[in-house]
């Protein structure tokens, strides 16, 4: 772009000089008029050439604050399942249904003192050790702890476009014999940017991170590790506290 303009700039020149040495004077006024018009032209380019990655950066980022909220609410969703259920659910309608009805276990935890035989059954040498007892002493809803206030129900739904989230579970080995399960759930950018330029779309599906969103795409989870953060900088984060 910066190219293309001083070559314009530079042709603007040229043409000035053979209009100046070859054109009447007495139609120097209209080539003046003319001249005037590109550099109207040419400023008005350049001017956009530096507004133009400002504006995208500044739309670009009001979009991923609602499509990150959308995302906030699904991770905290898949991780009451996790917590109630003991795992993660792909389906996002199952998802939305869980959360209609689902309850937190409102438990209490207690040391209590048992006697244990440490001996045989015919010679019993009973000692006294300290036990962990965990009290189930009621219940409260998912919906109105996690979810107050916000609109889980239109939570697949990426906002700005009629598209949804994509949403994958997995397992992931820690050890042997031992498998953890992870989610996902991701959305491209070139989706939530199509109608903006192309050229400066391209360059932010190549950002490496900092104070950008890493790849391609907008997400939460893992399905590589066990992880259920967002790959958005902190400060889309520190927003909504």
């Known amino acids: 772009m910066i190219i293309t303009l001083l070559a314009g700039i530079l042709g603007a020149v040229l043409i000035a000089i053979l209009i100046m040495k070859y054109i009447p004077l007495k139609l120097h006024w209209l080539v003046s008029l003319v001249l005037m018009s590109i550099a109207v032209v040419l400023g008005y380019a350049i001017y956009n050439s530096v507004m133009g990655p400002i504006r995208f950066n500044e739309d670009k980022k009001v979009r991923y604050a609602q499509v990150i909220e959308n995302l906030r609410m699904i991770r905290d969703a898949q991780e009451a399942h996790k917590t109630i259920r003991g795992s993660y659910e792909k389906d996002g309608e199952k998802l939305i249904q869980f959360l209609d009805s689902a309850q937190f276990a409102i438990t209490n935890t207690r040391n209590e003192i048992v006697e244990v035989n440490k001996g045989t059954k015919w010679q019993p040498i ?60 991701k959305i491209d950018k070139k989706s939530l940017l199509s109608d903006m330029n192309s050229s400066l779309v ?35 984060d520190k927003k909504v506290q």
């Open 202 to 236: 391209n360059q932010e599906c190549e950002a490496i991170g900092g104070d950008e969103v890493k790849g391609a795409f907008l997400s939460v989870g893992s399905l590589e590790e066990v992880n259920s953060n967002g790959n958005w900088p902190p400060f889309y």
């Open 126 to 185: 009973m000692v006294e050790i300290e036990k962990k007892v965990v009290d189930t002493t009621g219940y409260e809803s998912v919906k109105s702890t996690l979810f107050a206030g916000r609109d889980f129900t239109k939570m697949l739904s990426v906002p700005g476009t009629d598209k949804k989230f994509e949403i994958n579970t997995g397992f992931i080995q820690k050890v042997a014999g031992l498998q953890v399960p992870v989610f996902e759930a």
